[in-house]
């Protein structure tokens, strides 16, 4: 008798050993990635509308000349553009602090994630029972001013500027802990600055402006 509930013993102990086994694979393999999604969705969507109604409040109280000093000759010709960096630097910091406190406000979010999305099946991922799982994120919010030009005609050329903003989210989950990185260029301000028209030119189509030839 002792021998057979040994027996009996160990079996079931390897029956539990296999259900754990496969219990954890199947949680690696299908649960924390569907949560993850259903996560990362749910954030981006939240995060992408707070950063742009923050961008949009902020970027409302700036215009290009705060930002840009040109510099003419006798004659009005455009010798060099300046930038004004203390104005620059205290409008990346102002817009980094209004999307920080924007996006930490949003606070805990829910998450409601079907039964048929822990299968794998793409048949049975909008089936079933929905699982609420509860998040909280922390985010870290840099900015940076960016400035490019673009030729929009022989003498015209387009100059941007732009806040680059990217935001690293922290979220808490009961499953684990997971971040979620976003990015999102806001355009600041433009001009068009018009300068001579060159004599000659030439187009090329594998560069983007023209050539002055006569100096």
């Not at 029972?129 to 015209?156: A, L, W």
Request: proline share 3%; net charge negative.
């Amino acid at each position: 008798m002792k021998k057979r509930t040994k027996r009996i013993f160990l079996v079931l102990l390897l029956i539990l050993a296999i259900v754990v086994t496969t219990t954890v694979l199947s949680w690696q393999s299908n649960v924390k990635p569907v949560v993850f999604t259903y996560c990362d969705a749910l954030i981006a969507s939240l995060g992408m509308e707070s950063i742009n109604r923050s961008s949009a409040d902020v970027v409302a109280l700036y215009e290009y000349s705060d930002f840009i000093e040109i510099a003419r000759d006798e004659a009005g010709k455009i010798l060099f553009l300046g930038t004004n960096t203390p104005m620059a630097n205290g409008f990346v910091r102002s817009l980094a602090l209004r999307c920080e406190n924007a996006l930490n406000a949003i606070g805990k979010q829910r998450v409601c994630i079907p039964m048929g999305a822990f299968t794998g099946s793409a048949l049975m991922s909008n089936s079933g029972p929905e699982v609420g799982v509860d998040i909280t994120f922390f985010s870290t919010v840099k900015c940076d001013f960016v400035t490019s030009f673009e030729n929009v005609g022989i003498n015209q050329t387009r100059h941007c500027i732009y806040a680059k903003i990217d935001v690293l989210f922290n979220t808490v989950l009961p499953i684990a802990e997971h971040e979620i990185a976003l990015s999102n260029n806001v355009l600041v301000a433009e001009n068009v600055i018009i300068g001579e028209i060159p004599n000659v030119y030439v187009a090329n189509e594998n560069a983007t402006g023209y050539l002055d030839l006569i100096p």
